[in-house]
C-alpha cells in the first residue's frame, strides 16, 4: 500500500511526464511548421524566378490562297489576328515557335545604306534553337549586346528564358535582341533584331531562325513642306521595328535637303536619300498633280540597278502602317494586296474575296480602274520586277496605282497573294496630316542670342 505522499509524487511524476510529452509535441510542432513555412517561401521564390511569359511566337495559318507552302511560311512572329470565327484558325498553344533573328543589318546610314549591304535570304532558312543568356533579356540590353559565332548556324542550345524575359513586356512587343553573327565588319555589330511575341502561358523552347529574311525595299516619296520631318521621323521609327530592310526616301527636289538628311541619320535606318524633280509640266498645271510619281519610278530605277531579290513597297511619308504588315509583304512572289483604311467615303479599300479568290475591288471610286487600289495595298517582289523592265507608274492623278500594276502585265488574278488574314484585317492606313502655314520669318535681332536661333534652323520652310 502506498503512502500518501508516495501516491502524492507519483501523481506529481505523471503529470510532469504529459506536460514534457505536451512540451515536446509542441516543440515538434513548431518545427514542422516553421519548416514547411520556410518550404513554401523557398518554392515562392524558386517560382517567381520561372519565367511568367516565355518567347511564344505565333505562327501564321498556312494561306489556303498561297501555292508553294515554303513561301506560305510568314515569320510573323508579331502576327496575332483577330480571332473570331473565320475558318482561318490561329494555332495559339502550339509547342514551338518560330523567330527569326538576323544578322548585321547596316544602321550605319552614311556608309553602308546600299542595297548590296542587305542580305538575302534566297535559300531555305535554317533554323535552330539558341540560348539567350540572362543578360540579353533584359530590354536595356536588347540592341547593344551580341553573341558572337563565327558561323551563321551554330549556335544549338536550348533556350532558357528567365524572370528576366517578363522586363521585356516594358517594351510594346516582347523583344529579344540578340546577335547571332559578328561579321568582319564590327563597327555594325549594333542593330540586331529577335524578336518574339509575348502573349504566353507556359515555359517551351523558342526556335530561331538564323538566316536574314528576304530584303525589304521601302520607297517612300518626300517633298518640302512644314510636317515633312515630322512625316519622316514618324515613319522612321515604324520602320526601325523592321529588320533587313533599306528605306528608299525620294524628294520631290532637285536637291538633297540637310535637314532631312540628318533626320534620316538620327532615325538610325539604313536609308539612300535620292532626288527625283516633278516635271515641269506637272507642277505647273491647276489641276491634280501626279504627287510622288517621278520619286517611285526613280526607285524603281534604283532597284533594277542595284537589288535582285525581296520586295517593294510604296509607303508615302504620311501614312500609318503596323509592323505586321512588313513581315508578310516580304515573302511577295509576284504582287500580294491587302485593305487600306481610311481610303474615300466607303472607309477602306480592300479586294474583295469571295470563296477564297480574289472576286473584284471594295473603294469608293473605280474610276473604270482595273486593279482600283490603294498606293499602301500593294508590294511586288524585285525579281518579278526584274522580269517587267518596262513596268512604272504614270503621271496620271488617280491612276498611278492602276497604272503602274497594269504595266506588270501579265500577272493573273490568282497570281495576286492576299495578306492580312485574307484581307481581313487593316494594317495599313491613308492617314493624312493637317497642313500647316508656313513658319513666320525670324526675328534675328529680338531672339539671335537665343535658341531659337538653333531650332529656327529646323523648320523646313516651303
Ligand atoms: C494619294 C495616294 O496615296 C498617293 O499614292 C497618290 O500618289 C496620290 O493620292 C495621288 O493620286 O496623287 P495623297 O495622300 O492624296 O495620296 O497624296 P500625298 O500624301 O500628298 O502624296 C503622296 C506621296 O507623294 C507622299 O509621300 C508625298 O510626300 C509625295 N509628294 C506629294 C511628292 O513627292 N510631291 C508632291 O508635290 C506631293
Ligand atoms: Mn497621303
Known amino acids: 500500500m502506498l503512502l500518501p505522499q508516495a501516491k502524492d509524487s507519483k501523481v506529481n511524476a505523471n503529470l510532469s511526464n504529459k506536460m514534457a510529452l505536451g512540451k515536446s509535441i509542441k516543440m515538434y510542432l513548431t518545427i514542422f511548421v516553421a519548416t514547411t513555412c520556410i518550404y513554401m517561401v523557398l518554392y515562392q521564390y524558386h517560382m517567381s524566378r520561372q519565367p511568367l511569359a516565355t518567347n511564344e511566337v505565333v505562327k501564321h495559318p498556312e494561306k489556303s490562297s498561297s501555292s508553294s507552302s515554303s513561301s506560305s511560311y510568314i515569320a510573323s512572329y508579331l502576327w496575332a489576328p483577330m480571332l473570331n470565327n473565320s475558318s482561318t484558325s490561329i494555332n495559339l498553344t502550339m509547342g514551338q515557335g518560330l523567330v527569326q533573328v538576323h544578322g548585321p543589318n547596316a544602321t550605319d546610314s552614311s556608309s553602308s545604306s546600299s542595297a548590296s549591304n542587305l542580305v538575302s535570304a534566297s535559300g531555305s532558312s535554317f533554323y535552330s534553337t539558341v540560348s539567350l543568356p540572362l543578360t540579353l533579356s533584359s530590354a536595356s540590353d536588347a540592341n547593344n549586346k551580341s553573341i558572337s559565332t563565327t558561323t551563321t548556324t551554330s549556335t544549338t542550345t536550348t533556350t532558357t528564358t528567365t524572370a528576366a524575359t517578363v522586363a521585356n513586356a516594358a517594351l510594346s512587343t516582347t523583344t529579344t535582341a540578340q546577335k547571332l553573327k559578328t561579321t568582319t565588319q564590327p563597327g555594325h555589330a549594333h542593330n540586331t533584331i529577335g524578336k518574339a511575341m509575348g502573349a504566353v502561358h507556359k515555359i517551351r523552347s523558342t526556335f530561331v531562325a538564323v538566316s536574314e529574311p528576304p530584303p525589304l525595299y521601302i520607297i517612300t516619296p518626300t517633298y518640302r513642306r512644314p510636317e515633312q520631318l515630322a512625316e519622316l521621323t514618324r515613319l522612321g521609327y515604324t520602320l526601325k521595328h523592321v529588320p533587313n530592310l533599306l528605306w528608299l526616301v525620294i524628294e520631290d527636289a532637285n536637291k538633297t535637303n540637310p535637314l532631312v538628311a540628318h533626320t534620316l541619320d538620327r532615325i538610325g535606318v539604313p536609308y539612300e536619300y535620292l532626288v527625283a524633280p516633278m516635271p515641269e509640266q506637272y507642277k505647273l498645271t491647276k489641276r491634280a498633280k501626279p504627287r510622288g510619281v517621278s520619286n517611285r519610278n526613280r526607285g524603281l530605277d534604283y532597284l533594277r540597278a542595284n537589288a535582285t531579290e525581296g520586295v517593294l513597297y510604296f509607303a508615302d511619308d504620311d501614312n500609318t502602317y503596323d509592323v505586321n504588315i512588313f513581315e508578310q509583304m516580304r515573302y511577295t512572289k509576284k504582287v500580294s494586296m491587302w485593305p487600306v483604311g481610311l481610303v474615300t467615303k466607303t472607309g477602306v479599300s480592300s479586294p474583295i474575296i469571295r470563296e477564297g479568290k480574289l472576286d473584284g475591288y471594295y473603294d469608293g471610286w473605280i474610276g473604270g480602274r482595273k486593279y482600283p487600289v490603294d498606293m499602301a495595298g500593294f508590294a511586288v517582289s524585285v525579281k518579278f520586277l526584274h522580269e517587267r523592265p518596262y513596268a512604272k507608274m504614270p503621271f496620271k492623278p488617280g491612276y498611278e496605282e492602276d497604272g503602274f500594276l497594269r504595266s506588270l502585265a501579265p ?42 536661333a538653333f531650332i529656327e534652323k529646323l523648320l523646313v520652310r516651303p
Not at 492576299?418 to 497642313?435: F, N, P, S, V
Request: aromatic content about 8%; proline content about 5%.
Open 411 to 452: 500577272l493573273q488574278n490568282n497570281e495576286i497573294e492576299l495578306l492580312a488574314d485574307e484581307c481581313r484585317e487593316i494594317l495599313t492606313w491613308h492617314t493624312q496630316t493637317k497642313k500647316n502655314p508656313a513658319a513666320l520669318p525670324f526675328n534675328q535681332t529680338r531672339y539671335g542670342n537665343t535658341n531659337l
